[in-house]
């Protein structure tokens, strides 16, 4: 990875529900930008970010991981972000370390508590 200069890294958290896809979003990231030459699967237990052996065995983020990306010059810095409620305090933390936030939304299921919260905890942070 490339040495980057402070206006040139962005730090980015992802937030929503439990199970909303944002495990799976990174992943798609991560791919396409050409850190990995395949797409993980949380199911599988072969996401990049659910690397812990409880995340695996539960199929669920209980941390938040950071996945470093470059894109267009810029390094970016995936927060991804547990969301079930027993982990908040992860995603508070990651927030207040973020730029930025992208809320994921199933969109199957629409908006869920958890999306709610994270809206909430964006206006907050």
């Not at 992943?27 to 990995?36: K, N």
């Not at 267009?72 to 908040?88: A, M, S, W």
Request: with cysteine; proline share 2%.
């Amino acid at each position: 990875m490339n040495v980057y200069t402070t206006d040139k890294i962005r730090n980015i958290a992802l937030l929503g529900h439990g199970g909303a896809g944002k495990t799976s979003l990174v992943e798609a990231m991560a791919y396409l930008s050409g850190i990995t030459s395949r797409l993980g699967k949380v199911d599988d237990g072969t996401s990049l970010s659910d690397f812990g052996k409880e995340e695996q065995k539960r199929k669920i983020s209980i941390s938040t991981s950071v996945i470093p990306l470059e894109w267009e010059g810029y390094k970016i810095n995936i927060l991804d972000t547990p969301g079930f409620f027993d982990f908040v305090g992860e995603v508070e933390e990651a927030l207040s370390a973020a730029d930025g936030a992208v809320i994921v939304i199933n969109g199957k299921a629409g908006v869920e508590a958890g999306a709610k919260r994270a809206w909430d905890l964006c206006e907050k942070y």
